[in-house]
């Protein structure tokens, strides 16, 4: 069976919900009105599917120009060392095309997978922790 590759406007609370559990990526899985906002603001989405069912999602903010934040690489662990995480950013990063620098935050188990898909490491960067 083939992976079909996307950009979609929107996609399903639950398919989500469901992917990031079985990703292991640590997200808010059981509030579905902080993940629907979640998806409802961001203005790019880029799905894997295989015969309908979601396996893989990024998700990311950017003004087409400059920058693009990837919020979140999820890929259901079924899955997982098939190439589906960096197909999903290939076809961002074409979809951006090279002006535009992409940007992320990797969880710990991810620091090394960036690396080796392009990913430079950066040291200046700065957040504000969420109080939840």
């Avoid at 979609?8 to 990526?25: H, Y």
């Avoid at 076809?91 to 090279?98: A, D, F, K, V």
Wanted: proline share 3%; with cysteine; hydrophobic share 40%.
């Amino acid at each position: 069976m083939e992976i079909c590759y996307e950009f979609v406007d929107t996609v399903q609370v639950d398919e989500v919900s469901d992917v990031f559990r079985k990703s292991g990526i640590h997200r808010p899985v059981d509030d579905y009105h902080r993940l629907f906002n979640m998806i409802h603001h961001a203005n790019l989405i880029a799905t894997a599917r295989l015969s309908g069912r979601l396996i893989g999602i990024a998700r990311g903010f950017t003004d087409y120009a400059w920058c693009c934040y990837l919020s979140d690489l999820a890929v259901d662990k079924e899955f997982q060392k098939m190439g589906v995480g960096t197909n999903l950013i290939r076809n961002i990063q074409t979809r951006l095309g090279e002006g535009v620098k992409l940007i992320l935050v990797a969880a710990p188990t991810a620091v090394e997978y960036y690396p080796r898909i392009g990913f430079e490491k950066v040291e200046q960067a700065f957040h504000v922790p969420r109080k939840y």
